[in-house]
T-cell receptor
Framework: DTGVSQDPRHKITKRGQNVTFRCDPI?????LYWYRQTLGQGPEFLTY????????KSRLLSDRFSAERPKGSFSTLEIQRTEQGDSAMYLC???????????FGSGTRLTVV | KNEVEQSPQNLTAQEGEFITINCSYS?????LHWLQQHPGGGIVSLFM???GKKKHGRLIATINIQEKHSSLHITASHPRDSAVYIC?????????????FGEGTQLTVNP
């Protein structure tokens, strides 16, 4: 499978717990994006990597959120001290660059109870 | 006002009907994307366009840069076309090419 993989597909966690999601992009794609989507809304940008460098973060990304892309390959998104408002679908996408399209993963659905 | 607005929010059609979904945007863009999202969350890229018109099978996407408007057409619609269709843009200011999304159009095609 040469698509974008996200793990896990679903995560239920108790409020206050930490969670970590993983995204494996298409191997030759140097750009990697994280988006968050709540029910009935379009996705919203969270953060963007070019290779291993995190080049942009949204104001939506509070200090409880951190993302990494070590070695410019897979990426992780960690949410510390989860809150009910963090419940959403977290989507990862990768791209070769501005002139190219995007490939999305299937998303990780987080439910904070 | 959102930078990307879609209409209608919801659309119900009978199988075989011609469908149009509209997208208007308020920023300068380098490209506009039409995406399809099925229940369960996965998003599939349908089109990326910066001018003119593109066609793939029964899907046609057009864009008018001067009017900042794009349309997605589905000819001979089928129940398997039922999904959320999302318009997204990459704006000219943002060098990282992140996408700004509309809220999506929920399409239901009845047999």
């Amino acid at each position: 499978d040469t698509g974008v993989s996200q793990d896990p597909r679903h995560k239920i966690t108790k409020r206050g717990q930490n969670v970590t999601f993983r995204c494996d992009p298409i191997s030759e794609h140097n750009r990697l994006y994280w988006y968050r989507q709540t029910l009935g809304q379009g996705p919203e940008f969270l953060t963007y990597f070019q290779n291993e460098a995190q080049l942009e973060k949204s104001r939506l990304l509070s200090d409880r959120f951190s993302a990494e892309r070590p070695k410019g390959s897979f990426s992780t998104l960690e949410i510390q001290r989860t809150e009910q408002g963090d419940s959403a679908m977290y989507l990862c996408a990768s791209s070769l660059g501005q002139s190219f399209g995007y490939t999305f993963g299937s998303g990780t659905r987080l439910t904070v109870v | 006002k959102n930078e990307v607005e879609q209409s209608p929010q919801n659309l119900t059609a009978q199988e075989g009907e011609f469908i149009t979904i509209n997208c208007s945007y308020s920023v300068g863009i380098s490209a506009l994307h039409w995406l399809q999202q099925h229940p369960g969350g996965g998003i599939v890229s349908l089109f990326m366009l910066s001018s003119g018109k593109k066609k793939h099978g029964r899907l046609i996407a057009t864009i008018n840069i001067q009017e900042k408007h794009s349309s997605l057409h589905i000819t001979a619609s089928h129940p398997r076309d039922s999904a959320v269709y999302i318009c997204a843009v990459t704006d000219t200011v943002n060098s990282g090419s992140r996408l700004t999304f509309g809220e999506g159009t929920q399409l239901t095609v009845n047999p």
